[in-house]
């Protein structure tokens, strides 16, 4: 059977689809966090990390760690490289925490969700 004649205008609505959300607040937040841990963890401080992300504002590093505004998916890697972690590993924490949970799933299988590295920085 091909998924066109699978798909029809009357099925297509029949399971109801989440509202669009911009983003989860609690996750922002909790990546925020994370961050934060992993910068706490690598002796750095916001000013340190502005500078090495080329950032013209301590307040944007405050912000995210806030969880107010996110990590610019273009600089994933520079981050990841800044806070010492592996990049695929800060990579699938940034879409875990910044994305709909629908496309973390569908990136993800079931056996490849867990967490990417050791979050013992975030136990005080």
Request: hydrophobic fraction near 35%.
């Amino acid at each position: 059977m091909s998924i066109s004649s699978e798909i029809t205008k009357e099925n297509v609505h029949q399971k109801p689809r989440p509202k669009n959300q911009r983003h989860d607040a609690a996750k922002r937040q909790e990546m925020g966090l994370l961050v934060k841990s992993l910068r706490v963890a690598a002796g750095l401080t916001q000013h340190d990390v502005a500078q090495l992300a080329d950032q013209k504002y301590v307040s944007f590093i405050s912000q995210i760690e806030q969880g107010r505004v996110r990590i610019p998916s273009a600089d994933v890697d520079l981050w990841a490289g800044i806070l010492g972690v592996d990049t695929h590993a800060f990579a699938k924490e940034c879409v875990r925490h910044y994305e709909l949970k629908s496309y973390f799933e569908a990136i993800y299988r079931p056996e490849d969700r867990s967490r990417g590295f050791n979050l013992s920085v975030l136990e005080d």
